[in-house]
């Protein structure tokens, strides 16, 4: 195996010059160097995004709630908070174990081996990306949240909300809490949002030009106790936010699962047998592969957790 | 990867992906009994959610990292070349944080500017301003 001979190479002359060229120095191969390189840089991009979402979000005076958020769950369970995130990071995490197993089958030139596990690791990214394309139409088409609109607000006073004869009876909240605005031509289940015909100003509501149904309520404390207010849209930030980064990782998830796939391939065809460098392709690969899930490890804390 | 056997780094991988498994449950459960989820009325302190889970998501990175892409087992001096630079984002995060929290404190500031508005000045008896009028004093 190439990497051995690589290997006593570099034992024998460690003393000596490393950097004198005839071999390599960092006892890897110009492609799996260049990997880790363009990794680093890819961290940074990454990185970039995740921080600006921080920022945003510490300038805000108030954030949508992630438990509040992303709480649905396929077969139309709501108020299931994280339970749909986690299952995306296990089946991530998943499709990380088999890419360790392909590696490994690949250093001891078993072909079925390495193949096999392959098309595990395939599977388990397609998954993943089944898996966000149901959280983005849940978010985008039921909930209506877009780039430009985001619905989810936290309440930054407490108060009582108005009923439709406008008296200061309804239900009351408390500061911090999390609403979802809804649109008055959607219906919702348990909703009885049906009574508002257009936008327009009502007793209990203040229903937008773009449909949503902003509750009125009156505060309870704070420095505007008895004023009455309208719920309005959360931070406009976090939808473009959520949508770019979650779609930036998603769009590496999707590259992936596409060289993946060249690769198994090749690996079929006996291409990386005849090389006999221990499968070095499928390494590389392996570790765009683990980058992948480790910059999930950062969303999911970023988006989810915190 | 030639320092050790094919058995045992099978073991060790199949280790990793299970202590990364246990630590994201843990995550999730401790995220959700520090907001109030899972026992009514407990909370703990957001800043020690935060330090908690960033912590755990550390350890979830060192093991991806050094487990699964084997960064444990290569040259010292090729892993200095990709983790050091990263040691730049600590100081981009904390300047960013606390450029952001600065800019949540001039909140109220910016919108009271953005309310201002100048008195409008009628003019009286000839236009022409006299030179000392003109000048503007700081």
Same mark, same amino acid.
């Given at each position: 195996m190439e990497t051995d001979t690589l290997e006593k190479d570099y034992e024998t002359t460690q003393n000596s010059a490393n950097w004198d060229g005839g071999k390599p120095p960092f006892k890897v191969s110009y492609g799996k160097l260049m990997m880790w390189y363009f990794l680093l840089s890819d961290a940074f991009t990454f990185a970039g995004f995740l921080i600006a979402y921080g920022t945003l979000r510490f300038s805000m005076p108030s954030w949508p709630v992630p438990d509040f958020v992303f709480s649905s769950f396929p077969g139309g369970f709501h108020d299931l908070p994280l339970l749909f995130v986690t299952f995306m990071t296990f089946v991530l995490l998943a499709s990380s174990f088999t890419m360790v197993r392909a590696v490994q089958e690949g250093h001891r030139e078993n072909r079925n081996g390495v193949v096999v596990w392959m098309f595990f690791t395939i599977l388990g990214g397609a998954a993943f990306l089944s898996c966000q394309a149901w959280e983005w139409t849940t978010l985008l088409k #039921?909930?209506?949240?877009?780039i430009t609109l985001n619905p989810f607000g936290t309440h930054t006073e407490s108060g009582v909300y108005l009923t439709s004869d406008g008296k200061a009876e309804g239900e009351t909240f408390s500061i911090g809490s999390s609403y979802l605005l809804h649109k008055? /031509?959607? *219906? *919702? &289940? /348990? =909703?009885? #949002?049906? *009574?508002? =015909? &257009?936008p327009g100003d009502y007793a209990d509501a203040y229903v937008d030009e773009n449909g949503f149904i902003r509750r009125k309520f009156k505060v309870t /404390? &704070?420095? =505007?106790?008895g004023i009455i207010k309208s719920e309005s849209l959360g931070p406009k930030a976090f939808g473009a936010l959520f949508f770019f980064i979650t779609g930036f990782h998603g769009f590496h998830v999707f590259s992936g699962v596409i060289f993946l796939l060249i690769i198994m391939i090749n690996a079929y065809t006996g291409l990386y047998e005849k090389r006999r460098n221990g499968y070095e392709m499928v390494e590389k690969i392996g570790l765009y592969w683990h980058f992948v899930d480790l910059v999930w490890v950062f969303v999911f804390l970023v988006f989810y957790l915190l | 990867m030639a320092h050790i056997s094919y058995e045992e780094s099978k073991t060790i991988a199949t280790k990793t992906i299970i202590v990364l498994g246990v630590i994201t449950i843990v995550e999730v459960l401790f995220a959700l009994l520090g907001k109030g989820y899972l026992i009514d009325g407990f909370h703990i302190h957001l800043g020690i959610i935060g330090i908690v889970m960033i912590m755990l998501s550390a350890y979830k990175a060192y093991l991806i990292v050094y487990e699964f892409m084997h960064m444990k087992y290569e040259v010292p001096s090729l892993v200095k070349t990709v983790l050091l630079p990263t040691l730049l984002l600590i100081w981009a995060l904390i300047a960013f944080m606390w450029e952001g929290n600065d800019w949540y404190k001039r909140r109220a500031h910016i919108d009271g500017k953005n309310a201002e508005q100048v008195q409008p000045v009628v003019p009286q008896g000839d236009l022409m301003l006299k030179d000392e009028e003109n000048t503007i004093t700081f």
């Open positions: #039921a909930e209506n949240m877009t008055y /031509d959607q *219906h *919702h &289940g /348990d =909703d009885d #949002a049906t *009574h508002y =015909d &257009g /404390d &704070g420095q =505007d106790v | -």
